[in-house]
T-cell receptor, first 113, second 119 residues
Framework: GENVEQHPSTLSVQEGDSAVIKCTYS??????FPWYKQELGKRPQLIID?????GEKKDQRIAVTLNKTAKHFSLHITETQPEDSAVYFC????????????FGKGTTLSVSS | GAVVSQHPSWVICKSGTSVKIECRSL??????MFWYRQFPKQSLMLMAT?????????EQGVEKDKFLINHASLTLSTLTVTSAHPEDSSFYIC???????????????FGEGSRLTVL
């Protein structure tokens, strides 16, 4: 089955800096890669996703890149703000009916002002 | 986006009792729902896949007789933790999947989560 590795487990940055979180996946059939932000005690919130037919996707300060050959995908947050502080999870799946997302272990991002 | 509602949001029970958690898709029909468990400071671990009208598929290491899943309709799946013990205390989150077809096909939408504390 799919296995998703995520690094780093914790990341501390100064406000305004960039943050990068990296994930690798094992199943070459996976074709859907979402990123979730989770605040304490809350449900995960989808912040951006990418499908295997594109290499990069951007939404304001957030971007995701995908390297299918290397089975890597990364989340980039620019101009970080204190409200970006949360736990971020990457996930992967074969985007078809009945297939669950498999999550990485999460990255705790702390943005200090 | 699609709305998934989960109830109760938190529950405290005594050891040995059973607890039922409901997951509803409010504005779409979900053929498939997934149940995840999240221990403090850990990731979401898939427990089981729930398909409407059929038996759930459990992940390795998840006791199907302890975690009973019922998906009797296209908008409701339930998770019952039977004979709960303190080690079952966790955050349980359901998710519902959009039907196939269309740009958003297969995306998961999460319920609010249910925090179970077993005394």
């Amino acid at each position: 089955g799919e296995n998703v590795e995520q690094h780093p487990s914790t990341l501390s940055v100064q406000e305004g800096d960039s943050a990068v979180i990296k994930c690798t996946y094992s199943d070459s059939a996976s074709n859907y890669f979402p990123w979730y932000k989770q605040e304490l005690g809350k449900r995960p919130q989808l912040i951006i996703d990418i499908r295997s037919n594109v290499g990069e996707k951007k939404d304001q300060r957030i971007a995701v890149t995908l390297n299918k050959t290397a089975k890597h995908f990364s989340l980039h947050i620019t101009e970080t703000q204190p409200e970006d502080s949360a736990v971020y999870f990457c996930a992967a799946s074969i985007n078809q009916a009945g297939t669950a997302l498999i999550f990485g272990k999460g990255t705790t991002l702390s943005v200090s002002s | 986006g699609a709305v998934v509602s989960q109830h109760p949001s938190w529950v405290i029970c005594k050891s040995g009792t059973s607890v039922k958690i409901e997951c509803r898709s409010l504005d779409f029909q979900a053929t498939t729902m997934f149940w995840y468990r999240q221990f403090p400071k850990q990731s979401l671990m898939l427990m089981a896949t729930s398909n409407e009208g059929s038996k759930a598929t459990y992940e390795q290491g998840v006791e199907k007789d302890k975690f009973l899943i019922n998906h009797a309709s296209l908008t409701l799946s339930t998770l019952t933790v039977t004979s709960a013990h303190p080690e079952d205390s966790s955050f349980y989150i359901c998710s519902a999947q959009l039907p196939t077809g269309g740009g958003a096909a297969g995306e998961l939408f999460f319920g609010e989560g249910s925090r179970l504390t077993v005394l």
